[in-house]
């Protein structure tokens, strides 16, 4: 059954369906037919396989969120959530970072890590940082997937950005799978265009690589892009994808 439920997946280059796949966290599920199967992690969900109508509303028990980024494998599923979610789906461009190792400078990522303001402080993301990520609404899914601190020290990986004694901005594991991390980057709004987000994400892309993990970015808009680039990687493609509330 595992090697059915890859081949469904196919070569779908996405890390969060990884980790799904290799038990690391997040869950697949399958339709009656083990024909269709989601990928199911934080707020994503990925279809792939026969397109069912049934199963794209399905929802998983037990899941407590009241918003998904729904990403269809093929057109024949995307149709199949706009028919099925009506308005409640709505369409966005999301934009895929190629995953290449071996592209990324350190001395440019160490210089970037450097450059903070003065006011500010960079710290690695540890028992203290993680709670009060937990607990603060904008930082809260730089930790999310991760239940405890305990999960986040073996799994996780991140960096954080004060400015006196406050969380302002980090940089962190979204997800794991076994060779790598998908990045999440938040900033506090009143602190953004500052370059917060770029030193904290070269200070994690660092960290990645010296643990012989890879970094990897998938931007939700074209300024994530541009940051992405930023640090060393190269745009993909731009895919689509529904968020969806309630």
């Known amino acids: 059954m595992e090697d059915k439920i890859r081949d469904i997946f196919g070569d779908w280059n996405e890390t969060m369906i990884w980790s799904c796949l290799q038990g690391v966290m997040g869950k697949i599920y399958t339709n009656d037919s083990n024909d269709a199967a989601m ?21 998983p028990e037990g899941r407590d969120r009241d918003f998904a980024i729904l990403v269809p ?26 995953k290449e190792k071996d592209i990324f400078n350190a001395d440019e990522l160490r210089r970037a890590a450097e450059s903070l303001p003065e006011e500010y402080e960079l710290r690695m993301i540890k028992d203290q940082e993680y709670a009060l990520c937990q607990s603060t609404g904008w930082a809260k899914d730089l930790v999310s997937q991760f239940k405890d601190y305990d ?13 006196g004694g406050e969380l302002v901005s980090g940089a962190s594991s979204y997800s794991r799978y076994k060779e790598g991390i998908e990045i999440e980057i938040d900033t506090r709004e009143d602190h953004r265009r500052k370059g917060l ?12 690589l010296e643990k012989g993990l890879y970094p990897s970015w998938d931007a939700h808009n074209k300024w994530s892009v541009a940051l992405a680039e930023k640090l060393g990687y190269h745009f993909s493609h731009e ?8």
């Open 239 to 246: 895919y689509t994808a529904y968020e969806m509330s309630g």
């Open 73 to 98: 494998q093929t057109n024949a599923w995307a149709e199949l959530i706009e028919s099925s979610c009506g308005s409640r789906a709505k369409k966005v461009t999301r934009y895929a970072i190629k």
């Open 39 to 59: 990928a199911v992690l934080g707020d994503f969900i990925f279809y792939a396989g026969r397109p069912d109508g049934e199963f794209v509303r399905f929802r």
């Open 197 to 208: 987000a770029y030193a904290c994400g070269a200070k994690l892309i660092l960290a990645c």
């Open 151 to 163: 999960m986040y020290r073996n799994l996780g990986l991140g960096a954080a950005v004060y400015k």
